[in-house]
């Protein structure tokens, strides 16, 4: 498996704004340096479009995300 790293608050504050001046996922994932998909399924996990995306909320969300407990299966 290849190693990822998360979005930070400064790239979700750059694709809200992007956003907001209606680019298209590929412009933005070109200026922050990321894939296309990366930006689809991120404005896409909080239930929102590009006309809803809050970068604050979104942080929220992925910090909550990622402090939860994962179930692990005992086979």
């Given at each position: 498996?290849?190693?990822?790293?998360?979005?930070n608050d400064l790239e979700r504050e750059h694709i809200s704004?992007?956003?907001?001046?209606?680019?298209?996922?590929?412009?933005?994932?070109?200026?922050?340096?990321?894939?296309?998909?990366?930006i689809s399924r991120e404005v896409r996990a909080g239930g929102?479009?590009?006309?809803?995306?809050?970068?604050?909320?979104?942080?929220?969300?992925?910090?909550?995300?990622?402090?939860?407990?994962?179930?692990?299966?005992?086979?």
């Open positions: 498996m290849k190693n990822y790293k998360r979005l704004r992007m956003l907001s001046q209606k680019c298209s996922f590929r412009n933005i994932a070109k200026a922050i340096g990321r894939n296309v998909s990366t929102c479009n590009q006309y809803t995306y809050w970068a604050i909320k979104a942080q929220n969300r992925a910090r909550r995300n990622s402090t939860k407990k994962k179930l692990v299966s005992v086979s």
